[in-house]
């Protein structure tokens, strides 16, 4: 990459990228040998790569490797010390290990914990900060690589499927728990990473998820769950509650102790089922769960804020290339995905980090790629994105973006 001296400063990019620890990351690197062999490319660079890739969507390994090149020097001083080529990216993504972008995520995500906090949940409801929402979501693919769920198409051929499986607390709008499987593995094989949670968490999922003898430790440990009755549920009922007037007017129409199993079963789920009529669908849901302390009509609002988790992957999907990929093979797909999740989360940092702007995420997400290799201060961007004297003032040579956050 040739000299250029004639910017000062260090872009957007680079704003977001200095969030990333280099001293965690190359601790990660040498713990999975990622470098071993390596004479150019790095593990560093290719972060770098697929992080600008996700961001901005690009459409394939040329369209990358030339967005690159028309800014070499920029990336120079990002501490890449090589731009990609089409069979170096190519091969990179196919035997580099996605372990190193796995734990870089959670190492990303332990050290901005604190920032991802939403502060904005009602103060008065303080079961909202104990919710953990589980779910998954599911990306087809274009060929037969990772085993698809259903059937085969008419003319025999069958497509590949990758699922994205995630526990959320409510308040950080982030996953803490990830698993990324074929499509075709079953939801509850997940279930087995919430065994071990704190005390007093609330977890919340749909039907998908029925594992008894889980419910039993659960209620042993002081951890509660909420979910959707499960069709195929074996239900004995045994006494009915009065409803309040509160659970009246949100809709509830019962409130029943029952008892989850078989009768042949020895060992027995004791928990409430929570009828709730919805007047605009003029449908009726019932809710399954082992909290006998919340009123009814907080169990039904605890189970609406599942929908959280469906907005997760919504803006994952609309904002950021996770739906295609630039890689035929199980590994360049595995590394993409945990890139895309890496912006994702460093996106949610830029955003709650500027407090005072009040922008939805998928506008933050449209003007940090826009401005992606810009020189302004993403605080500036954030609060007045308009202003034109922004992109006239020189940026930090070494930005902390949380001092330009600070008052």
């Known amino acids: 990459m040739y000299k250029n001296n004639r910017k000062s400063g260090i872009p957007v990019y680079g704003q977001l990228l200095s969030l990333i620890s280099r001293n965690d990351f190359s601790r990660i690197v040498k713990k999975h040998g990622a470098d071993r062999y390596t004479k150019s490319f790095n593990s560093w660079d290719h972060l770098v790569t697929m992080l600008f890739a996700v961001v901005q969507k690009v459409g394939g390994l040329r369209e990358l490797c030339s967005g690159m090149a028309a800014h070499n020097q920029s990336l120079k001083h990002l501490g890449m010390k090589s731009l990609p080529s089409k069979s170096n990216l190519s091969d990179r993504n196919k035997t580099r290990t996605p372990k190193v972008f796995e734990e870089l995520f959670f190492s990303i995500y332990r050290q901005y914990r604190s920032v991802l906090t939403d502060s904005s949940l009602p ?139 078989h009768k042949s079963q020895e060992n027995k789920v004791n928990a409430r089922l929570i009828t709730f009529y919805d007047k605009e669908k003029d449908s009726e849901l019932q ?59 460093l996106m949610q940092i830029a955003r709650k980090g500027a407090s005072k702007s009040k922008m939805a995420y998928s ?12 020189y302004v201060q993403i605080k500036n961007l954030l609060l007045n994105p308009a202003n034109p004297e922004i992109f006239q003032q020189k940026p930090p040579p070494q930005p902390n973006l949380f001092n330009q956050w600070a008052p």
């Open 123 to 261: 103060k008065n409801e303080k079961w909202l900060s104990r919710l953990f929402l589980i779910d998954s979501t599911t990306i087809t693919l274009f060929k037969n690589i990772l085993k698809a769920c259903g059937n085969a198409m008419a003319n025999g051929r069958r497509k590949g499927g990758v699922k994205i499986h995630c526990g959320m607390w409510l308040e950080e709008q982030v996953p803490s728990l990830i698993r990324i499987t074929k499509a075709a593995e079953n939801d509850k094989n997940f279930m087995i990473k919430f065994k071990n949670m704190p005390p007093e968490t609330i977890l919340v999922f749909d039907k998908a998820y029925v594992n008894y003898s889980l419910f039993m430790h659960w209620g042993n440990t002081q951890v509660s769950f909420v979910s959707c009755l499960h069709k195929r549920s074996v239900v004995t009922h045994k006494s009915f509650q009065i409803l309040t007037q509160a659970d009246n007017d949100y809709g509830i129409t019962s409130d029943c102790e029952v008892q989850l199993g």
């Open 287 to 345: 809710f399954i769960t082992n909290d006998f302390r919340l009123e009814a009509w907080e169990i039904a609002e605890i189970y609406k804020q599942r929908w959280q988790i469906e907005i997760l992957f919504k803006r994952l999907k609309q904002n950021i290339k996770i739906t295609s990929f630039l890689g035929d093979n199980e590994n360049a797909i595995y590394i993409q995905i945990w890139c895309a999740l890496i912006a994702d989360i």
């Open 363 to 374: 506008v933050v997400c449209g003007l940090l790629k826009l401005h992606l290799m810009n």
